[in-house]
C-alpha cells in the first residue's frame, strides 16, 4: 500500500520539498518493512518460540515481583504498655522465669490473644509475649509484644490504627479479672530489628511454629531438627571435634555436663559453636572457663552432680536461630510422664559416630520410683538425676548428647531445661532409659556460679 502510494504521489522531479522528505521517509519505511520481512522469514521457528518464551517469562516475573511486593505479608510489632490496677506489685515479677511472673504472664497474654483472635485482625494476629511487669505505685505496670502479620502493601499508619482500635474497644469490653486502667494503655510499632531483640533476648521462646513431631525414633535416626526449632542447642567441642551437647542459658554462659570435662579441662582446648549443623555453625566462641560441681568425682561411676556451666571468651549474638531456653526455678515440679524433647549430635546406634544434623526425639518423664525398680536402674538413680525415655526402648539419647538439654514446653509455649543428658545403660534397649541430671535440684548450684 505504501509502495503504490510512493510510486503514484511522489514519482515525480520538481515536487515541492514537503513532497521530497515525504517521499525518502516512505522509502526508508518500506525499505525497513522489507528487512524486517525477510528477517523474520530466515528466522527458524524454534528461535521465534524461544523468543516468545522468553518475552512470556518476563512479563510473568514482573507481575509476579509486583503482586509480591503488593502483598507479600510482613512481620510488624508492636509494643503495648499498660496498667494492671488489680494486682499488687510482687519483687518476683523482676525475673521473667520465676511462677509468678509467669503466672501472670499467662493471664494477660490469653487476655490480649482472646482480644484480637475475636477481632477481624484475627487472621493478622500471631502472638503477645509480656516482656517486663513493672512496679508502679497503684499496680503492676506491663510491657507486652505484639506480633502480627500484614500486607507488605498496607501502610504502617493504618495497619497502626486497626491494632489500637481493637485493642483500646475490646480490653474495656472484655470481662476479665484484670483491672487494666483504660487511660494508661499505650500501642508504639517497633521496627523489626528492636522487635527481633526484644524476643530473642527472652528465654524458651522459639520463633517459629513447627509442626509437632510424633517422636517414635532415636534421637539417633530420628528426625532432623530445623533451623531455629531449638535455639539454645550447643556443641562443645574439644580441639575442634564435637564431644558434648549443652544448653545456652545466657549470651555467656552455657550448662552442660561434668562428666564432658574428665580428660581435658583446661578450657583454651574448648570451643563452643551454635545452629542446628555442626559444619558448618551459625557462629562460634571461645570458652574463658569451665566450672565443673565440686563434689562431681571423675572416679567414681555413680554419675553424680554431673553438671558443669561453661563461660564463654565474648558473648553470643543472639538471634531467632541462637537464643537462650529457659531455667526453671528450683521449686518447679515436671510431672511424670510429662512429655519432653532431647536433642543432640550424638550417635545413632551405641558406640557409633556424631551426626552433622541436630536430631530430636520426644521422650517422656519415668517416675524415679519406677525407675529404680530393679530391672530397670535397681536403685541407682538419686535425687539429682531424672529419667526419660520408654521403658520399651528405641527412642533415647545416646553417646555424644551427653550435656545436651531434655527440654518441656509450658502452656505458653515457653521452654524449659528439665534435664541434662548424662548417662543410660547402652541406648535405647528396654527397661534402661536416658539418665538425665535434674535441673531443679542443680538450680541453686547454676545460680551461685553464673547469677542466672
Ligand atoms: N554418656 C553419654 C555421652 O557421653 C550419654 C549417654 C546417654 N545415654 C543414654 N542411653 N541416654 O554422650
Redesign the pocket.
Known sequence: MLRCCTVCCGAQDGGSPREKSFLLTSEWYTEAVIQMDRAVRRLEPWKIAVIVVSVIVGLALIIGLITFLLCHDQDRYYNASFLITNVDYNPQYERQTTEEFRNLSEDIETMISEIFRGSFLSKRYIRSHVVTLSPDPVGVLASVVLVFKFPSADSEEATWGQVNRVLLRRLRATSTFLNVDQSTIKLTELNKEKGDNLLNNCCGIRRQAFSSFTGVERITGGQGAREGEWPWQASIQQDGTHR?GASIISNTWLVT?A??FREVKDPRRWTASFGILLRPPKQRKLVRRIIVHERYSDLLTDHDNDVAVVELASPIEFTSEVHSVCLPEASHVFPNNASCFVTGW?ALENDGYSVNLLRQAEVRIISTEICNRRQVYGGAITAGMVCA?YLDGQV????????GPLVNANSRGIWYLVGI????????KPN????YTRVTYYRNWINSKTGI
Open positions: 558434648c555436663a562428666h564432658c550424638g525415655g533415647d539419647a545416646c553417646q555424644g548428647d551427653s550435656g543428658v548424662s548417662w543410660g545403660d547402652d541406648c535405647g534402661k532409659p536416658g539418665v
